[in-house]
């Protein structure tokens, strides 16, 4: 299971200039890995690593990380936007497709996640 999901925030007002980037993969103890790299454009940022033994786990993380980068404009002046994201069939078979057949208590993951899968096929 793969995905990345790539975000911009950029207000030359407030002079934001960000990426945020979520990369989600097995690694190599079988556990599946969710990794932000964020950070101003034109730098290294800072990485971090998170772990969970089951894919319903990493997308009740997801969730909270796209909820909050998606709602960014109180804290940093304006809102995160998806510039790219990558799937592979495995993670819409195991994360997306379940989205459309059951009802999620977060309105703005399903939405993001549909969009972005109607833009990937």
């Known amino acids: ?3 990345q999901i790539d975000l911009e925030a950029i207000n030359t007002l407030r002079k934001v200039d960000r990426y945020y980037t979520v990369i989600i993969s097995p690694n190599l103890f079988g556990e599946i890995a969710l990794q932000t790299i964020c ?4 730098t290294k940022g800072q ?4 772990t969970f033994s089951s894919g319903q786990e990493s997308l009740l993380k997801l969730n909270e990380v796209l909820k909050k ?7 940093i002046g304006t809102n995160y ?3 790219n994201h990558v799937f592979d069939s ?4 195991l994360i ?3 989205l459309r057949l059951q009802e999620t208590n977060n309105y703005l993951l399903k939405e993001t ?3 972005l899968k109607s833009n990937n096929d």
């Open 39 to 42: 950070g101003r454009n034109g």
């Open 69 to 75: 980068r998606l709602n960014a404009s109180g804290r």
């Open 96 to 98: 997306l497709k379940p």
């Open 113 to 115: 996640l549909l969009k």
């Open 90 to 93: 495995e993670f819409e078979r």
């Open 1 to 3: 299971m793969f995905a």
């Open 81 to 83: 936007c998806v510039v």
């Open 47 to 50: 990485n971090r690593t998170y």
